[in-house]
């Protein structure tokens, strides 16, 4: 039985199911975040706020990985969600983690010796790798967007 409109009676009300990332998009996205969070954690060790000369010190770094932090997260959501910020999200993700491998990298040929420590260099590298990952999978996002909206 349909109704009026065309649409079966019992699909009236029925929830709209949101899109859903590949498994693969949402795994690099996640593996991505948790490197940059526990890279954050160990630059609050390593006291990154004064090599970066943020201001206010530790209270302008806090406030940056409440914006960063809390941005990804918010991207995160929007990715399982299937929104059509998601690509945007992906690629925020992924030029943090690629952005915080270059920019310790660069520290590193400087002469710089935080984040000398096998673990400290081990996210380092995480974080790059998976950014760079996640990075390749924009277009698979944009895609899927453009696809389900028609």
């Known amino acids: 039985m349909t109704s009026d409109s065309g649409i079966p009676a019992g699909q009236l009300n029925a929830p709209q199911v949101p899109r859903t990332p590949s498994q693969a998009v949402s795994r690099w996205y996640e593996v991505t975040l948790l490197a940059l969070i526990i890279h954050q954690i160990d630059a609050a060790f390593w006291q990154e706020w ?13 406030v940056f990985n409440a914006v960063a932090v809390g941005a990804i997260l ?5 990715l399982l969600l299937g929104g ?7 690629v925020l993700c992924g030029a943090l983690g690629l952005a915080t491998a270059g920019l310790h990298i660069g520290f590193a040929i400087a002469g710089r010796e935080e984040f000398h420590l096998p673990l400290s260099i081990l ?7 998976a950014g760079a990952v996640l990075l390749g999978f924009v277009k698979r996002v944009s895609t899927a967007g453009r696809n389900e909206s028609r």
């Open 123 to 129: 996210v380092i590298v995480l974080c790059g790798v």
């Open 50 to 62: 004064s090599m970066f000369g943020v201001p206010g010190g530790v209270q302008g770094f806090l």
């Open 74 to 78: 918010v991207g995160y959501r929007e």
């Open 84 to 90: 059509r910020w998601a690509p945007h999200a992906v």
